[in-house]
């Protein structure tokens, strides 16, 4: 009724005027390219949605996602774990071409301050330039964790913006299981050695200046003035060794109650908005933001692109109210099917203006479940990677990068698909672009035509299930599968068969995939590491899937040819491409700067 009378009162000549305004829509939806909404879950393991065969879990809306599309049951991230697999995943190249990828050392690994100065490559182009070269409307929702790029004082820190995203709201680097609070600021322990030295040191420094203040005859205020110096130069001491050299060992390289004020930061276009984040409900407040990018531009001329990128189901856990205890496997299931409900609010927002037939809908995981994740109860918090052995942070096994995915297209792709073909994260770019009818590339973003060679390719007849050119059986496609800069497994697929060849082998803990316990417990591909390179371990995948049998024997003409050519492939490989040294592992880049640290002063 509201809206018959205003725009009875706003169009004067009535009829004509909604004429011009539905053909004039109708002709920017045909010619227009599809919009682009890509969802990306942090640390979602392939075996905990009910639509990849989990029986006990509830994720309805994943699953009619999958119903409604192409479900790719061998979908391959190009890292194990958020930073370098992110990268990937924007840029279609493997991170270790442009150094986003920690090195042998035991350093750093991710991104791990806001205010420091790693970050991907201003000169990478990533989806976002692409699309935003092709006139869409590009905005990121959640996290990013690719680069702050704060300025002195951390007045702004643009982010994503920086990369071709016109408007951003989330999390600059990462949720870590320390942004769960309140820590302890004040920590004293006599039985720590450090803290006993300080102890004595102090009483030592008291002491003299109490005795050579009486023997000298000073004035008092002169030996409150030293007392309170020797106080300050404690205190100084005390929060070195509390806060910033204490926890040395751990990723974050700062104390709980310090990563906590630091990086538990939700920033809004270059500026923070809330520090700490109020974990509780974030999710939802995540998805309320993209509805509401959705609605305001749901009848733009332009297309699109939104990613929206969950903090879930990444450590510490966290819900509403309403979805707290939900599920059969305790927080961890309650924070999966959370997510669940995101997408689908995500979704039912798409249907609701009526976008679904112009929106090509991405859904995928940055890399595998964290097996070791617990939390500080003892309670376990990590996923489940199915059948798939190892987990997150290691490079080889398929547990750590086989994920969930998910593309569709209501009228476009085929409904209820499933493709078993090996594909990768780093295929979204060309896929998208060929999809979209939008020009390659090179073409799109010219300037970056000399260096930008794509490691993706576009999966985009295997989804449209139109026959290929070449009978499927003559294609051949070679997926490196690195940990940190190093490769350490190779995977073919050539006609029928899948092959999967291992150069370097994580060791695990005896009798299980991973590698102990604990919240920022993974395996490290720096150490106990099987080196197999004089003789690489072959698995036939078509046939063993879950690597469950002993690999091809050395003697047969099989495992000679196919490791024979893969040998010859990364030979060729080391040849052509160089690595440039780690950005993450680089002190100076990884280092905390406190003079960029955003502040939020009116939080
Ligand atoms: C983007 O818009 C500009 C200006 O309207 C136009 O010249 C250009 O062709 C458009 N690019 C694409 C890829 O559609
Ligand atoms: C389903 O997922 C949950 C959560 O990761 C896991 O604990 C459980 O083992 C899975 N169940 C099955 C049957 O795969």
């Known amino acids: 009724m509201w809206f018959i009378s205003v725009s009875g009162r706003m169009c004067v000549a009535g009829l004509w005027c909604l004429l011009v305004l539905v053909v004039t829509t109708a002709a920017a939806t045909n010619l227009r390219p599809p919009n682009v909404l890509v969802m990306l879950a942090d640390d979602?393991?392939?075996?905990?949605?009910?639509?990849?065969?989990?029986?006990?879990?509830?994720?309805?809306?994943?699953?009619?996602?999958?119903?409604?599309?192409?479900?790719?049951?061998?979908?391959?991230?190009?890292a194990p774990l958020c930073t370098p697999s992110r990268a990937a995943l924007l840029t279609a190249r493997y991170p270790a071409r442009y150094g986003l990828v920690g090195n042998e050392s035991t350093w750093s690994i991710v991104i791990t301050n806001v205010a420091n100065r790693a970050a991907l490559p201003l000169d990478e182009v990533t989806l976002a330039t692409a699309l935003s070269a092709a006139n869409y409307t590009t905005a990121i929702v959640g996290k990013w964790h690719l680069g702050s790029h704060c300025s002195f004082l951390g007045r702004r820190c643009p982010g994503p913006l920086k990369y071709g995203f016109q408007s951003f709201f989330g999390i600059p680097t990462t949720l870590s299981i320390d942004c769960r609070g309140p820590h302890a600021f004040w920590i004293f322990s006599l039985s720590d050695p450090q803290c006993q030295m300080l102890a004595g040191s102090w009483l030592a420094v008291v002491a003299s200046v109490v005795v050579v203040a009486r023997m000298l005859g000073w004035r008092w205020r002169t030996m409150v003035l030293l007392l309170l110096l020797s106080n300050f130069l404690t205190f100084v001491v005390w929060f070195k060794i509390i806060h910033l050299s204490k926890t040395s060992f751990r990723l974050t390289r700062v104390s709980p109650w310090l990563y906590r004020l630091l990086n538990s930061l939700l920033v809004r276009d270059g500026e923070v908005v809330e520090q700490p984040i109020r974990l509780d409900g974030l999710s939802q407040r995540l998805v309320q933001e993209s509805r509401h990018f959705l609605?305001?531009?749901?009848?733009d001329h332009q297309p699109f692109f939104l990613f929206h990128s969950f903090a879930h189901v990444h450590t510490p856990m966290f819900s509403a109210p309403h979805m707290e205890g939900v599920s059969k496997h305790g927080r961890y299931g309650d924070n999966v099917e959370e997510l669940d409900e995101g997408v689908g609010s995500l979704l039912e927002a798409l249907r609701e203006h009526n976008l679904e037939e112009n929106t090509i809908v991405y859904f995928t995981s940055d890399n595998g479940a964290h097996l070791e994740a617990l939390d500080h109860e003892g309670q376990r918090i990590g996923g489940h990677n199915g059948r798939f052995k190892g987990g997150k942070l290691q490079g080889g096994p398929d547990g750590g990068i086989r994920v969930p995915g998910i593309y569709r297209w209501a009228g476009h792709l085929p409904e209820n698909v499933t493709v078993d073909t090996p594909t990768s994260l780093m295929d979204l770019m060309p896929t998208l672009l060929d999809l979209a009818d939008l020009p390659p590339l090179h073409r799109l973003v010219p300037q970056a035509a000399h260096k930008q060679e794509l490691d993706g390719v576009s999966i985009a007849r295997l989804l449209t299930g139109d026959t290929p050119d070449l009978p499927t059986d003559q294609e051949t496609r070679v997926m490196l599968h690195h940990c940190r800069q190093v490769i350490h497994a190779v995977r073919l697929t050539r006609g029928q068969h899948i092959y999967k060849m291992y150069l370097k082998k994580q060791q695990w803990f005896p009798g299980s995939t991973q590698c102990g316990w604990g919240a920022l417990t993974g395996c490290d591909c720096a150490r106990n590491i099987d080196d197999l390179s004089h003789q690489p371990e072959l698995y036939d995948l078509t046939r063993d899937p879950y690597e469950d049998h002993s690999p091809i024997s050395p003697d047969t003409d099989e495992y000679q040819d196919v490791v024979g050519f893969l040998q010859q492939y990364v030979r060729e490989w080391s040849a052509k491409v160089t690595y440039p040294p780690s950005l993450l592992n680089n002190g100076s880049l990884a280092a905390w700067l406190p003079w960029r640290q955003p502040v939020c002063l009116t939080c």
């Open 44 to 78: 979602l393991g392939i075996g905990d949605l009910s639509c990849y065969g989990n029986t006990t879990i509830k994720t309805p809306n994943l699953d009619r996602l999958a119903l409604g599309g192409v479900k790719l049951t061998h979908h391959l991230a190009a």
């Open 295 to 299: 609605a305001q531009h749901a009848a």
